[in-house]
């Protein structure tokens, strides 16, 4: 009897009750072998994370290779981005395909490598191809950045070459974002080079074909990971453009008077660049904001009268874009007092806007400081440099070398403290900064 009625429970136990909810035996809960398991592609951080250990390590190639090439460079200082762009190509589409097997060294520490869509590595030709869209936005920086080395502030053209480096940035920025975007936000975290090349970065011993893991999302996700990649590409690129073109505006007076002064102290072979006056604001605004220490509880202004006067050199700066020779160019600055006409003709144009604006704006700062502000003396430097852009500074050590200084003891501004102001008040935004 005990045994029939075991049987019997142990039947009506495979079947649930009335409606599905009856006394049966509970549904088995889940285990690890249900749940589905991680995507076999690698995610936006591991693969930026791979690419800052490849660019260390380009870096560390480049302070070998640069100043055993240093000479070269500088009498051919335009090769230097070319020989740049093709080492950095040479080591990704090299590691990228059959030799180095998908894996930079920053992809190798970590674990992921490139493989095809058909699951094997990457040919040489889609290797190739695969870099070449990858850095393309670099290629096109840094063509802007040549053609703009090229129309030195004071050339007629250098407006025309804005504009033109604007068309080739503001696409190079849009295809930039939508690259690690499209990496960030769809669910296959594809770039543009991949999408373009078939191919995607496989985590290290996944459990999952990419083939599977594709099948398995739904279409909706691309489509929303689309959109939000072209809306970002397009707002941030439109964003580049307007600041670009707003400090274009700010700077046509700087770029008049460069142009104008070129036209009475030119140095052939040489470009200048004058003292940036917003930037000097902002120095000023540091050392007003400096806190001052009152010195046996006395005002500073009255019985320290350093203290209560900021004092700030003006610099204009003579460089030339590869070798200089040092004995040719002190032979021209003295025979043409190069260093004094260019000091004097700052000081005799004092009233343009480029120097007037700057001017009001001193004069605003030490009203509302209650300090003096001096901007003397006037220092001319001659230097010797190799193209010197953010990314070339990104990608390797860079050369800048003072040939010579001059320094004129003239002011150029001295504006005394009003009187009735106080001394050392509270912090204050610089004039420029409420525009």
Not at 102 to 109: E, F, M, Q, Y
Not at 303 to 311: E, F, G, R
Not at 369 to 391: D, H, K, M
Request: proline residues 8%; glycine residues 6%.
């Amino acid at each position: 009897m005990s045994e029939q009625r075991i049987d019997i429970q142990k039947e009506l136990g495979s079947h649930r009750g009335l409606f599905g909810m009856g006394g049966g035996q509970s549904s088995p809960e889940p285990t690890e072998s249900d749940t589905p398991p991680p995507p076999p592609v690698a995610g936006f951080w591991l693969r930026a994370l791979a690419f800052v250990i490849d660019g260390i390590a380009l870096f560390f190639l480049a302070t070998l290779w640069r100043p055993a090439m240093l000479e070269f460079f500088l009498a051919h200082p335009l090769w230097l981005y070319p020989v740049h762009i093709l080492i950095n190509l040479a080591y990704f589409t090299i590691l990228a395909g059959p030799v180095g097997g998908g894996r930079s060294l920053g992809k190798r520490i970590l674990g992921i490598e490139i493989r095809s869509l058909t699951d094997g590595p990457l040919s040489g030709k889609q290797a190739l191809t695969r870099t070449l869209i990858q850095w393309a936005p670099v290629i096109l920086f840094m063509t802007a950045d040549n053609l703009l080395s090229a129309h030195a502030p004071q050339s007629p053209g250098q407006p025309t070459a804005f504009w033109i480096t604007m068309l080739i940035t503001i696409p190079g920025m849009g295809l930039f974002v939508a690259n690690a975007a499209a990496v960030a936000l769809r669910p296959d975290k594809r770039g543009l080079h991949d999408l373009l090349t078939q191919t995607y970065v496989e985590k290290k011993n996944s459990e999952q074909t990419i083939s599977d893991y594709l099948a398995d999302l739904p279409p909706t996700a691309f489509s929303r990971a689309n959109t939000a990649v072209a809306v970002l590409a397009l707002v941030i690129s439109t964003l580049l453009a307007y600041q670009n073109v707003s400090a274009e505006r700010f700077r046509a007076p700087h770029r008049q008077f460069i142009q104008a002064f070129w036209e009475e102290n030119a140095l052939d072979g040489f470009t200048v660049f004058l003292a940036d006056p917003v930037q000097m604001e902002y120095y000023i605004q540091s050392q007003i904001n400096a806190p001052v220490p009152a010195l046996n509880n006395e005002p500073a202004a009255e019985t320290h009268p350093a203290t209560d006067t900021i004092t700030l050199p003006y610099h204009m700066y003579y460089v030339r874009t590869g070798a200089v020779d040092t004995a040719e160019l002190a032979k021209t600055i003295e025979e043409d007092n190069l260093s004094t006409r260019a000091a004097q003709y700052i000081l005799d144009h004092k009233e343009q806007a480029y120097l007037a604006d700057f001017e009001s704006a001193l004069r605003d700062l030490s009203e509302k400081s209650g300090r003096s502000i001096n901007i003397a003396p006037i220092e001319t430097f001659y230097i010797e440099t190799l193209p010197q852009t953010l990314i070339l500074r990104l990608m390797g050590p860079f050369h800048s070398k003072e040939i010579r200084k001059d320094r004129i003891d003239k002011p150029l501004f001295v504006i005394q403290r009003p009187p009735h102001t106080e001394p050392y008040p509270e912090q204050l935004q610089s004039p420029r900064s409420s525009e």
